[in-house]
């Protein structure tokens, strides 16, 4: 119906998806909520202008995270985003962070108190930041926002079995820092 114009159709997809495509972009830009913000308008724009080249007979997810993946690339590469690199907000309230990963982690150690699940989320967060990009984003499209390793194969233009050892890796190297490895889920 989206793609046919139905201008319902999009606010329903935009409500959908809206959280889970700003929580990827705002990760994949280290935390910078300002440029996360505006690059989410640009996606669904690009997503409007571009309706026509969906095809129904794959996920909407998933071309949806290809468009925010791409575009996010493209941003990091501008000479904007190295601007902007030096001046990042630590004004950041949780609920807007989509703490989705590290709040599940918490929650797994439950050792106590509030403040020290604020603390390791705080680690986990700033680990996901610091791991390289292809770990970094093969990541968070499967802990976080669950998508398959097939459906981040299609998105990344990867070989599945690359996608599962890449997001191996990443499992290891937050192991390393942080000695929690995130749940594992089924692809």
Same mark, same amino acid.
């Given at each position: #119906? ?6 319902? =159709? ?10 889970? /495509? ?5 990760? #994949?830009?280290? &935390?910078? $909520? ?8 640009? %996606? ?41 690199? %030096? ?21 797994? &150690? ?7 699940? $604020?603390?390791? &989320? ?20 499967? =802990? /976080? ?6 459906? %981040?194969? $299609? ?19 937050? $192991? ?12």
């Amino acid at each position: #119906m989206f793609k046919e114009g139905n201008s319902a =159709a999009f606010d329903l997809l935009f409500e959908k998806f809206r959280v889970p /495509v700003f929580n990827f972009i705002y990760r #994949m830009l280290n &935390r910078q $909520k300002g440029p996360a913000e505006d690059l989410l308008q640009e %996606i669904f724009v690009k997503v409007v202008q571009g309706k026509e080249f969906y095809e129904p007979e794959g996920r909407f997810s998933t071309w949806l995270f290809s468009i925010a993946r791409n575009h996010c690339l493209n941003f990091l590469k501008s000479r904007t985003y190295k601007q902007d690199k %030096i001046t990042i907000s630590i004004d950041i309230r949780e609920e807007e962070s989509g703490l989705v990963m590290s709040d599940k982690l918490a929650r797994h &150690r439950n050792d106590g108190s509030t403040i020290e699940q $604020k603390e390791f &989320r705080n680690r986990f967060e700033e680990t996901i930041s610091t791991l390289p990009e292809k770990y970094r984003e093969i990541f968070l499209l499967h =802990a /976080v926002e669950g998508l398959t390793h097939q459906e %981040i194969s $299609k998105i990344l233009k990867i070989n599945p079995a690359t996608i599962r050892t890449d997001y191996h890796r990443a499992k290891l190297l937050i $192991k390393e820092k942080i000695g929690v490895l995130p749940e594992e889920k089924e692809t």
